[in-house]
């Protein structure tokens, strides 16, 4: 499976962006997709995930209540939708394969190309 990550950009603080992440190949219904984020000098923190069957999302802390995660099953696509967003979100974000559902980046398989993402205030 490869994945890519697009629809970065930059936006004000308050404003919405919505991601996407595109895979080509197979994404079997046992696997989730998720999106992780890595601001400069920072380790790469969880977003959320989606499972690929179900359509059931986790996500963080950070992103529950601002962010949406869903899934296009037909297009291999899944999206991020950010609402809110704040200074803070400024970050390279990235989708990537698990077979099961982690909110640790080292369970996760197949990393899609970043989308830089840059929130102003």
């Known amino acids: 499976v490869q994945l890519q990550a697009f629809g970065g950009g930059l936006v004000q603080a308050g404003g919405s962006l919505r991601l996407s992440c595109a895979a080509s190949?197979?994404?079997?219904?046992?696997?989730?997709i998720g999106w992780f984020r890595q601001a400069p000098g920072k380790d790469r923190e969880f977003v959320g995930s989606i499972d690929w069957s179900a359509g059931s999302t986790t996500y963080s802390e950070a992103s529950e209540g601002r962010f949406v995660i869903s899934s296009d099953n037909a297009e291999n696509t899944v999206y991020l939708r950010m609402n809110s967003l704040k200074p803070e979100d400024t970050a390279t974000y990235y989708c990537a394969v698990s077979t099961f559902r982690s909110t640790a980046a080292s369970h996760y398989d197949y990393w899609g190309q970043g989308t830089l993402v840059t929130v102003s205030s």
């Open positions: 190949g197979q994404i079997l219904s046992s696997d989730y």
